[in-house]
């Protein structure tokens, strides 16, 4: 029997050996969690979260998107919470969940608290956003049909040996990190739809960097509670596929298959949204547009009529209009009631139709177009396609430029492509 523990500690304290596709991929991730933060500052939900730690008035160890700065632990509760409130941050299919948002808050808290550069933010990130997805591999689909919430659970391990690594821990600390986790991962699907969603990504990230910490003092916890009779895999509905979770592990990065968002809504619409694009489809030349999608997301995201922002970003109908109309669906802003209540939107709406087809896989989606004319374009978009680097850097990049102007989304691509020292970015939190 495999000791799963055991190997993905020896990956997580040992060297790291990279492709350059899998270093830009990282970076891009991170310019892209910046982007997305920034972005969320002023929702609902990332206030509230920052205003709890603000009022505690904690040692300020670490910078807050939104301003201020807060110790460790809250400051990766806040970032995390605040980086996946428009829901916008980068996901990975293979394990169902958003790797930046839970890891990435741990690391630059710790990398900031301990005065670190820039390459030691980015080496850990890839390996607790590697880690993150492998144990969601192993903890399977029957762990998030059961109603876990991967990106908490299996993000939480993946903060805790993050934030291992930038304290320098053996593949002994390591595994007690992961065992000491096992006991406080938590979230549920049930909180989807409501504040309780982006703050499960705050707890995975605050959970992994507590984990690591007291670990650091010296706390002895049961290492192997990730596995075993009562460990978090059994207790946690996880299929526990050793095999296949460590199956490359050092040698082939997972993260290379991340996949950005590109529009503003539930990624279950991502691919219908850029089967349009591939289409080119504009109000004036369309009669009827046919979707099919996997059968999964007929109850995820196929709301037929919804009348607020929040609706339309779970609506095959409506965001497909909206992309005909010209309304930018890259915009969180554009996602509202009066977008909805859009006469122009309304009447192409009816006009869309959406069916499930069980041959097409979760990450692909058909589109037919019925055109004026008479002229019926087809268009099938898998989100899993190949991306060129270079194309990969300009969408994400473009992506940044909107949430927070070009001047500054190049400020920061350029400081995670040359180097620097991650005090300066994490400045650029509370900026």
Known sequence: MTDFTTSLAGFAAGPVTTTLKTRVVTSLSVMDWVAVGHAGVNEPVSKTVRNLVLDEAGAEQAHLFGGGAAPLRAAALVNGTVSHALDYDDTHFAHIGHPSVAILP???ALCEWDDRILVDLLEAALVGIEVSIRVGLWLGRDHYQAGFHQTATAGAFGAAVAAGRIL????AAMRKTLGLTATRAAGLKAQFGTMGKPYNAGLAA????????LVAKGFEPNMNALEGQ???????EGEGDAETALAGLGEEW???SVSHKFHACCHGLHAALEAARDLDIAEPEVAEIRIKTHPRWMTVCNQMSPTTGLGAKFSFRTVIAMQALGYDTALPVNYSDKTCADPRLI???DRVTVQADDTLSETQAHL???RRDGARPEATHDLLAPMTLSDR????RGKASKLIGSEEADAVWSMLRTGGHTRDLAALLAG
Request: hydrophobic share 50%; proline share 0%.
């Open 254 to 256: 997972l993260i290379d």
């Open 168 to 171: 320098r821990f053996d593949a």
């Open 206 to 213: 605050s959970a992994g960097v507590e984990a690591a910490l």
């Open 368 to 370: 037919t177009l019925l």
């Open 230 to 236: 009562y460990g978090f895999g059994a207790t946690h």
């Open 393 to 396: 850097e300009d969408r994400v």
């Open 347 to 349: 009447s192409l709406r």
């Open 106 to 108: 741990a690391a630059l």
